[in-house]
């Protein structure tokens, strides 16, 4: 099955709110999507872009369809260093266990590296969210250290627990260090 990444646009709001589901909105958006407000929000980014934020929002294609998001935001800190560029993503439920979200991660690291973004591309999983490890592992991302989050909190108020997971952006330059 081939993979591919496309900038989002405002067309795809009907499809990504078709791939959404619980997990999605626990793990990933927080709330129920619309395609009014997806929509809505595929305008914000596009008009951050244009004002000069680094985040960048693209839907994983999968069978002539749109079946998932993924974005890359260098200016996410909460529990990264320096030079960090976060990595989100979410696949439609139907779509899962079938490489997808791996094959996303893969393809974006390539755009970050093409972009010159960063020097390390970074996931963060709720460590209650097992299968966006087995996501950042199978990527050849490697865990680097679990962190309280200092901007997400847990139903009873207390921290989210991050696993922070990396690999290089260049992974030649890495080797050769």
Known sequence: MEISL???RPADAPAIVEAEDALTVRWLSGGESTVEGTAAYIDRLARDAEAGRAKRAFGIWAEGCCVGTIDYDPEV?????????NIAYGVAPWMRGRGVAVRAVELICAVIRE??????????????????????EK????HLR??????????DGSPVVLKIFGRPVDPESAASS
């Open 6 to 8: 496309a900038p989002l």
């Open 139 to 142: 990527a050849g991302f490697v």
């Open 115 to 136: 972009r010159g973004i960063g020097t390390r591309a970074v996931i963060r999983a709720d460590a209650r969210n097992p299968a966006s490890a087995r996501v950042a």
């Open 146 to 155: 679990d962190v309280e989050s200092t901007e997400e909190t847990r139903e």
């Open 77 to 85: 800190a909460d529990g990264l260093d320096a030079g960090d560029v």
